[in-house]
């Protein structure tokens, strides 16, 4: 039996048990019949030993050797009558003979047949023997016939009559003596033969079983070859598999990367083509730059799923559930939707049913995320009609939980069955007709969905083509005690001097690092700048500062190395703490970002609120304060949250759904009759100010405007500008003090070096210009009389006509 | 059944059982009436000659008889042996050993465990198929153990030690 050679294990799997299988049964077979030759022969011996025990036990030669003799005593006893006749005597004789008679029955031929078969001579002597008998019986009988002890004759006669038999029954015990030494011989050859037969049978048995043994253990080191092979593979394959997933990772992550970088241009692509759109431009030319918008819009759109496909695919969408104040966020979501809707001509009904909660807890970007997808499927596949946002509580039921369901509806094309099925599946539209004409990635609904699951609950669709569609977000419903607008927004006004923090920005970008700084001055900080980790290593050698603000991709050294070195630097400074800067959104790169010893985490764009937050939670002072706010603080609020009377996004949607959001707001700088259904416009109305051509981009340096748009969002920046250009600024107003004939001279050029960093950061050059000609003028020599209202006017008028801009642009709500 | 005829029956039989327990210990064992066919000696209890047991058949006959039908190697049919059990007869003798050695008329010697007789009723057979056995058929007593009851009789060694023509009994 040849072990199959090492080959296709499935044709192995197959044909192996077949071949050892028929050897195995076939040598089992022979086996047995072997064990049944040995029980054979053994039984064979065991019946040889019942015959030796039957009728050899009585040892026939012992009988005719015991008659011999008998013969003998009676003719002695015979002899001893015959020659003195005695009455005694004749007893004697009677006995004799009678146990000669009894030995003559022990050579009958029917006890002896069985083993010896032929004696010649039986025969004839039993013949001779029994004539004696005959004989002497009727003499020897008691009584009236028998013989008396005197008749001598009579017992010569008989004396004569057994010598004649004697020589014939020596003969007979002669030839019994043979032929029973024959038959043992026989007998020994017989189970001699069976030894032999035994010991034969034995030995092919050992064989057998020796081949049984080997053909057991070829087939288990067969067996355990396989099963290494198999372990090989497996181990193959695992190897293979994790190559295979380390490949799609870094793939995912490529993406992901490549479409994060790729939005950080494009959103300033976006808002280039905004700002050209406000300038003068003819009927053609807009139609056109229209167009490259809205391709530009649907690209943005395409690269935000594809952030999040390669997110999910990676396995690290994850969310983030805070206190969420539901009204609103429908309320946001329906406004901004509403635009879309009408543009189309459709109205976008929304309704929230009493019994939902104002507040609960979820992740609202991802809830926002969802219902922009859906919302954005239902305007686009809705030719006519309505669609409608229907926000209701689910109640718990049969073991499901309470959950949020939201429903969006539409009276578009529908859908039929088979385009349900495939309807999550990636990529896959209603179909390649509908693909062409409405384009899409496909992407969305799968991302929807798994966001609804990752909050606990699912995305249904109920639909017919030609009827329209409906699709019903659950999530998990989790309500929350406090309402959300418990927690007050940190106060965004200038903390006073006494508080003020010293703040280290580590940024390569000049237009971050100057936003930093024009927020945290705006705040009332004390801020300094660095382009690079090493930078900000060797000035935290020298100084001390209370938080450090440090982006996380720089040239020469970048933020996670630069913490390391910081924390390696001897106390105190390594104790400072570091809050990282970055637009890297990945849960990831927070790890990264805590391993590296980094206390926490600022996701770019900048929101003005979170480092606030931040601010108070790492510089223990300003949490103090604000806990007691000191009586002397000038209740200065700026507005970081305008009010809006009309329906308008939240910063955070001016955040998150970046493109929908960041281009209606900036609109209002084109003329507002060209685009009234586009975006939220403020209800106020606004001081009309006749702005002549070229005036605002000598006053306002648009491209760093733009920029800082980008990092923070139009709020945020509204934001910024509306606490530096308030009706009473504290900048302005802390520099016109300066300008106070009374006060120290040398403090004019610190002020309005101040003063210049804080309006050019966001982007008033005129202003900034201003501010810094009246620095210089009073570092060459200190102001003489009537130059101090000189300045104090000049930077009055400048700082009213920059806010009129502002407010005419739309960067300033009134 | 006549209750009046039965009662003096029974009333005798009651007198003879009585007489005979209050006279055996007085005589020991019988003297022999007619011709000696057993003799018994060594490790015996009661005796009727000089140093030795003798009996006639008629009290080996007046001893409770026992009979069964078992095939031997003598015989090629089965026969029917009657006669009294072998340890009846010992305790007649008040035999006391462990051992019995058979001697037969033709000076056939064999010894064999007083055990035998305790284990399987050993019988002491002085009829054949009812009839007495002459000499010449091995008689008149002849040592019968019931080889049809137990495989394990069935041997050479229990073969052998059934004697025939027995005529004497030594205990040992």
């Given amino acids: 039996m040849e072990p199959a050679a090492p080959g296709v294990a499935a044709a192995e799997g197959r044909e192996r048990p077949a071949g050892p299988g028929r050897w195995l049964s076939l040598i089992g077979l022979v086996l047995v019949l072997a064990f049944a030759g040995v029980a054979w022969v053994q039984s064979r011996a065991l019946g040889l030993l019942n015959d030796t025990v039957s009728y050899q036990g009585d040892s026939l030669v012992w009988s005719f050797y015991q008659l011999e003799a008998e013969t003998l005593r009676l003719r002695q006893v015979l002899d001893d009558l015959a020659d003195h006749p005695q009455a005694s005597g004749l007893e004697g004789v009677r006995e004799r003979y009678e146990i000669f008679v009894s030995r003559i029955s022990l050579i009958d031929p029917h006890r002896t047949r069985a083993v010896l078969s032929d004696l010649p001579r039986q025969a004839e002597v039993l013949a001779a023997l029994q004539a004696f008998v005959q004989h002497a019986d009727p003499l020897l009988a008691e009584g009236e016939g028998g013989a008396r002890a005197g008749d001598a004759r009579v017992w010569h006669d008989l004396v004569h009559r057994l010598d004649r038999l004697a020589a014939p029954m020596r003969e007979l015990a002669l030839q019994v003596n043979q032929a029973v030494g024959e038959q043992v011989t026989r007998r020994n050859e017989a189970v001699r033969l069976q030894n032999r037969i035994a010991i034969g049978l034995t030995v092919f048995q050992s064989l057998l079983t020796l081949a049984f043994a080997v053909i057991v253990m070829r087939q288990i080191r067969a067996l355990h070859q396989r099963h290494h092979r198999l372990e090989q593979l497996a181990q193959h394959l695992q190897e293979a598999r994790a190559d295979a997933e380390q490949a799609s990772r870094t793939k995912s992550a490529f993406l992901a990367n490549m479409s994060h970088e790729l939005r950080t241009p494009f959103n300033g692509l976006l808002g280039m083509l905004s700002l050209l759109e406000a300038t003068p431009l003819q009927a053609q030319q807009r139609a056109h730059l229209a167009t490259a918008r809205e391709s530009g819009l649907h690209l943005l759109a395409l690269l935000n799923d594809v952030l999040d496909i390669s997110t999910l695919e990676s396995g690290r969408l994850e969310v983030h559930p805070h206190d969420v104040d539901l009204r609103r966020l429908v309320h946001d979501v329906a406004a901004l939707m509403g635009t879309h809707a009408r543009a189309k001509g459709l109205p976008l009904h929304c309704e929230v049913a009493p019994e939902v909660p104002q507040t609960l807890r979820a992740d609202g970007k991802r809830l926002k995320q969802i219902l922009f997808n859906l919302l954005g499927n239902a305007i686009k596949f809705t030719p006519g009609g309505e669609v409608r946002l229907a926000v209701a509580v689910r109640p718990a039921a049969a073991g499901a939980p309470e959950r949020l369901a939201l429903q969006v509806s539409d009276t578009g094309i529908g859908m039929d069955a088979a385009t349900l099925a495939r309807l999550f599946q990636r990529f896959s539209q209603g179909d390649a007709s509908i693909q062409r004409r409405y384009g899409g990635t496909g992407l969305g609904l799968e991302i929807s969905r798994s966001l609804a699951r990752l909050m606990g609950g699912d995305i249904e669709v109920d639909s017919a083509p030609g009827q329209g569609s409906r699709f019903t977000v659950t999530i998990a419903l989790e309500r929350v005690q406090a309402p959300a607008e418990a927690a007050p927004p940190p106060s965004a006004a200038p903390v006073p001097a006494a508080l003020s923090a010293e703040v280290l920005v580590t940024d390569d970008h000049p237009v971050n690092r100057g936003l930093m700084q024009a927020i945290l001055q705006h705040l009332g900080h004390r801020v300094h700048l660095c382009e690079n980790g090493a930078e900000a290593v060797e000035w935290l050698r020298l100084h001390r500062c209370d938080l450090v603000l440090m982006d996380v991709h720089m040239p020469v050294m970048d933020g996670l190395a630069a913490t390391r070195a910081i924390r390696a630097l001897p106390p105190p400074a390594c104790d400072v703490p570091v809050i990282a800067l970055t637009a890297d959104a990945f849960d990831a790169a927070r790890q990264r970002a805590l391993e590296a010893g980094m206390n926490d985490f600022i996701t770019k764009p900048v929101q003005v609120p979170v480092v606030v937050e931040a601010l108070r939670r790492f510089v223990p002072r300003l949490a103090a304060a604000e806990d007691s706010p000191l009586p002397a603080t000038p209740p200065v609020q700026a507005p970081v949250q305008p009010p809006e009377p009309g329906p308008g996004p939240t910063p955070a949607v001016a955040v998150s759904a970046a493109a929908p959001a960041f281009l209606p707001a900036l609109l209002p700088v084109s003329s507002p009759a060209s685009s009234p259904a586009t975006g939220p416009a403020p209800a106020a109305p606004r001081p009309r100010l006749r702005v002549r051509r070229g005036e605002i981009a000598e006053w306002l340096d648009l491209e760093a405007i733009a920029e800082i748009c980008v990092t923070v969002g139009l709020e945020g920046y509204r934001s910024l500008l509306a606490g530096l250009l308030a009706e009473s600024s504290p900048a302005l107003d802390e520099l016109l003090q300066a300008l106070d004939p009374a006060a120290d001279p040398a403090a004019i050029r610190g002020a309005a070096h101040k003063f210049k960093g804080a309006v050019a950061s966001l982007g008033l050059k005129r202003l900034a210009a201003t501010a810094k000609a009246w620095e210089l003028a009073s570092a060459e020599a200190p102001l003489e009389a009537g130059q101090h209202e000189q300045a104090a006017q000049v930077l009055r008028a400048d700082f009213q006509h920059s806010r009129a801009l502002c407010l005419r642009v739309g960067y300033l709500l009134a | ?172």
């Fill in chain 2, 1 to 172: 059944m006549n209750p009046s005829s039965a009662m003096p029956r029974r009333r005798v039989l009651l007198g003879a059982a009585l007489a005979a327990a209050l006279w055996r210990p007085a005589s020991a064992l019988d003297r022999p009436q007619g011709r000696v066919v057993l003799t018994i000696g060594g490790l015996i209890g009661e005796k009727n000659a000089a140093d030795r047991a003798e009996f006639d058949m008629a009290m080996l006959a007046a001893l409770p008889q026992h009979s069964f039908s078992t095939r031997t190697p003598w015989y090629p049919a089965a026969r029917k042996f009657t006669g009294p059990l072998l340890r009846d007869v010992l305790a007649a003798a008040g035999a006391k050993g462990q051992t019995l050695r058979a001697v037969a008329l033709n000076d056939y010697k064999v010894t064999l465990p007083v055990e035998d007789c305790k284990r399987y009723p050993v019988v002491l057979a002085r009829l054949m198929d009812d009839q007495p056995m002459p000499v010449r058929d091995k008689g008149p007593l002849f040592i019968i153990y019931p080889f049809d009851s137990d495989e394990a009789l069935r041997s050479e060694r229990y073969y052998s030690r059934s004697a025939w023509q027995l005529k004497h009994i030594e205990v040992e």
